[in-house]
């Protein structure tokens, strides 16, 4: 069995609230479709994080639609897999799912119910693709899981497994272990220990964390072209684009062959080409901007030189910078037709250490939604909040949840 395992597509983002990224969506979506006529794969699965927002526009829909129709019509033999991340909407997925099931593209958006029974019957089908070179169990992000059900799913393939084949699932979820480094996205949400998770699959496709990894083996194999593994394996695909500087590893899709349940898997790291790469100027190494000018200068020879890129600037403390310098810079790339980016949040170096001024944790409602326990996040956090009345919060929460539950008991 061979797949094409990849993750964490975030269409429709947008960087630093302006800059649309359709260019570089398409440019990703141009290899895959070269990699699927060169490795005809059985199935190209997309563990989760289909979408940047729960609501993505018109534009960014249509644009998935015509990509993935596009892929369809070109490669029919390949099965399409396409789960809900946490940053999708399940219903809006699921909502779709009969349509593509129509073409034979699999979509997933709500993963099993709670209270599944056996009672419940075929339900499993909802999750489970047989294909004649092996089973995908495709699973979307779960806030919480019970693993048996997981397992139950895993045990429902092995029962009809007689022949050997390969088993693949999905999931998109963080997983205790992971290396999040340069990561601000995923820090909150509960991890699963990967037994959480069942037993049983070859090979677990993994999306949320945009690193590419295979779970309790060296980061530094990353590098390598290839690898093979004992069956049993679960990896991070990571994520089709770069989203900041700090992401200096280089992204990459999975290929996967498996040669039977319990054989080995053979892994070829695709290495994506990035149409717009990130920069920070002056360069890491270089002493950070000391005036304005010197600053001026190194944007207008970026624009001439490079002529594509996210920028982002360094600046020494000390340098005190025009108010209108945002603007001065705005306008000198106007002339790159939105091809030179820019991030307008500076990196301030050689600050006197003081606590008020270190950068603030930033996290999003959806994050907090996903918490099993936000007001102890915020409790340790709040150190970061010096005008927040924890008091307050809390009766605050008391109060949501009492109408949470008057609200329940009257469905
Ligand atoms: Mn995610």
Redesign the pocket.
Known sequence: MRILHTA?LHLGQIMYQYYERFDEHRHFFRQIEEWCEMYRPDALLVS??IFDIQQPSAAVRDFFNSSFVALHRRFPDVKIVVTA???DSAARVQADREVWGLSGVKLVGHGPAFDVSASDDGWQDRFIVELPSGFIVALP?MSSLRSEILQSLLDCVAQRNSDGRPVVMMA?QAVAGSNSEGHT??GN?KAFAINELGSGYDYLAL??IHRPQTLGFDIGDESREQSTYAAGIARYAGSALHVSCDEQYPHTVSLVDIDRHNGTVELRRLRIDELRHFYVLPQTGEPAFQSAEELYDSVDRFCNENGRGYIRLRVDAGCALPVDFQQTIYKKLESTDNEVRYNPQIIRENEAVDEESCEKPVFEVAELQQMSNPLEFIKKTMDNYPELKIEEIEKDFLEIEEEMRKGDSGK
């Open positions: 964490d989760g994080d991340g946490n940053h992000f998109h996205d995923i949400l999306g949320h």
